[in-house]
């Protein structure tokens, strides 16, 4: 079955610093990944996609993410954090069987001064 | 062009009663989703609108259904309401049906049951 691991639940990081937000995937073909974001009492906005070609994706907000089919995995990754970027940060990857997306357990992240 | 809307942002009901949640997707897109939102389980696949019909259906009990109207305005309806219902109900809607497209999600509908 499709299934999508963010191992870190919850990661604080200071301002200015880079990060990175692991995404691991379980998918017998080629996936379809994405990145969404939530702040508190909003929805989702996409972050950025993966559907084929170039395996590093650039999104909004100076965002991108790099898929590595032999570690099964999506780490989503920001060379430096603003203390705007604190919201919870959803993996997800679309089942093949239409319209459905699977996603992570999310990771909340927090950013000090 | 306007984002996915979602009616009413709130709602408080009672256990054993029914609701009724509305999305209006993005003009054009005629593919709409559901998800639950809850902080056990995470977010959840509800089904799936297009074209008037359910194309895609998750692993939840009859009680929850939903409709899509001519206009790929959508409904999803929850009968006898149930305290572990409460949760943030999240509708998405796509240029195409069955993916190979980003999914736009609306606001959600914050739904508490008491």
């Not at chain 1, 974001?37 to 100076?62: A, C, E, N, R």
């Not at chain 1, 203390?83 to 069987?97: H, I, R, T």
């Not at chain 2, 062009?1 to 009616?7: D, E, I, L, S």
């Not at chain 2, 959508?74 to 069955?98: H, I, K, P, W």
Request: hydrophobic share 30%; aromatic share 12%.
């Amino acid at each position: 079955a499709q299934s999508v691991t963010q191992p870190d639940i919850h990661i604080t990081v200071s301002e200015g610093a880079s990060l990175e937000l692991r995404c691991n995937y379980s998918y017998g073909a080629t996936p379809y990944l994405f990145w969404y974001v939530q702040s508190p009492g909003q929805g989702l906005q996409l972050l950025l996609k993966y559907f084929s070609g170039d395996t590093l994706v650039q999104g909004i907000k100076g965002f991108e993410a790099e898929f590595k089919r032999s570690q099964s995995s999506f780490n989503l990754r920001k060379p430096s954090v603003h203390w705007s970027d604190a919201a919870e940060y959803f993996c997800a990857v679309l089942n093949g069987q239409g319209g459905k997306l699977i996603f992570g357990q999310g990771t909340e992240l927090s950013v000090k001064p | 062009k306007a984002g996915v809307t979602q009616t009413p942002r709130y709602l408080i009901k009672t256990r054993g009663q029914q609701v009724t949640l509305s999305c209006s997707p993005i003009s054009g897109h005629r593919s709409v989703s559901w998800y639950q939102q809850t902080p056990g389980q995470g977010l959840q696949f509800l089904f799936e609108y297009f074209s008037e019909t359910q194309r895609n259906k998750g692993n939840f009990p009859g009680r929850f259904s939903g409709r899509q109207f001519s206009n790929s305005r959508s409904e999803m309806n929850v009968s006898t309401l149930e305290l572990g219902d409460s949760a943030l109900y999240l509708c998405a809607s796509s240029f195409r049906q069955g993916g190979g497209d980003e999914q736009f999600f609306g606001p959600g509908t914050r739904l508490t049951v008491l």
